[in-house]
């Protein structure tokens, strides 16, 4: 079965910081993964796409380990705007489409 | 920009009515999908489409069905509603040829 694990948080971090939360995945035939974003009560939203090479958009940057087959999503000088759960996603070895994390909740106080 | 519309954002049903919940895109993309999201259980597939009058089981079919009789519309039926099935219902849309999933807004659905 496959599955994609997420700390559920939540993460509690000053106005300004910077926070880091992985996800893990157990199928390691996966080609593509995400990160989206949900707003409480809205529908997730596509935060990023992460690549083996690691990307940067802005303040956040994803990076993916294959050999350990985890991914990562770093943000750095966090607004309260950031506040948010945080959905790892990963895609492939199946005709099913995406398999979704449980979400790490991540709150910024001012 | 994706536009993908759910007919309700929010709806009130009894035990046992049959309920329509409608997802209808723009895009003209061929992969459509019906998910559920219930606080610590995250977001399930329940039936997905990869083109019209084509529909395949997700992990949780059970209670279910779906229509797509064209390409910009798929329906998802709930045929006897439980209270077991209050929910938010999530629609997403995915072009053949990517990964890559955009959701409708969703429709929070409480059966009493």
């Known amino acids: 079965r496959k599955e994609v694990e997420q700390d559920p948080g939540p993460f509690n971090v000053p106005e300004g910081a910077t926070v880091a939360f992985n996800c893990t995945y157990s199928?390691?035939?996966?080609?593509?993964f995400f990160w989206y974003r949900q707003d409480c009560r809205k529908e997730p939203k596509l935060l990023m796409s992460?690549?083996?090479s690691g990307n940067e958009d802005g303040r956040f940057t994803a990076q993916l380990n294959r050999a350990s087959q985890y991914i990562s999503l770093l943000i750095r000088d966090s607004k309260l705007s950031d506040s948010a759960t945080y959905l790892c996603?990963?895609?492939?070895?199946?005709?099913?489409?995406?398999?979704f994390g449980k979400g790490t909740h991540l709150i910024i106080q001012p | 920009d994706v536009k993908v519309t759910q007919s309700s954002r929010y709806l009130v049903k009894r035990t046992g009515e049959k309920v329509f919940l409608e997802c209808v895109q723009d895009?003209?993309?061929?992969?459509m999908f019906w998910y559920r999201q219930d606080p610590g259980l995250g977001l399930r597939l329940i039936y997905f489409?990869?083109?019209?009058?084509?529909?395949e089981k997700g992990d949780i079919p059970e209670g279910y069905s779906v229509s797509r009789e064209k390409k910009e519309r798929f329906s998802l039926i709930l045929e006897s509603a439980s209270t077991n099935q209050t929910s938010m219902y999530l629609c997403?849309?995915?072009?053949?040829?990517?990964?890559?999933?955009?959701f409708g807004p969703g429709t929070r659905l409480t059966v009493l």
């Open positions: 996603v990963v895609a492939g070895g199946g005709a099913d489409g995406l398999t």
């Open positions: 199928n390691s035939a996966s080609q593509s």
């Open positions: 992460v690549y083996s």
């Open positions: 895009m003209d993309h061929e992969n």
């Open positions: 489409s990869y083109d019209v009058k084509m529909k």
């Open positions: 997403a849309l995915q072009r053949g040829d990517t990964d890559t999933q955009y």
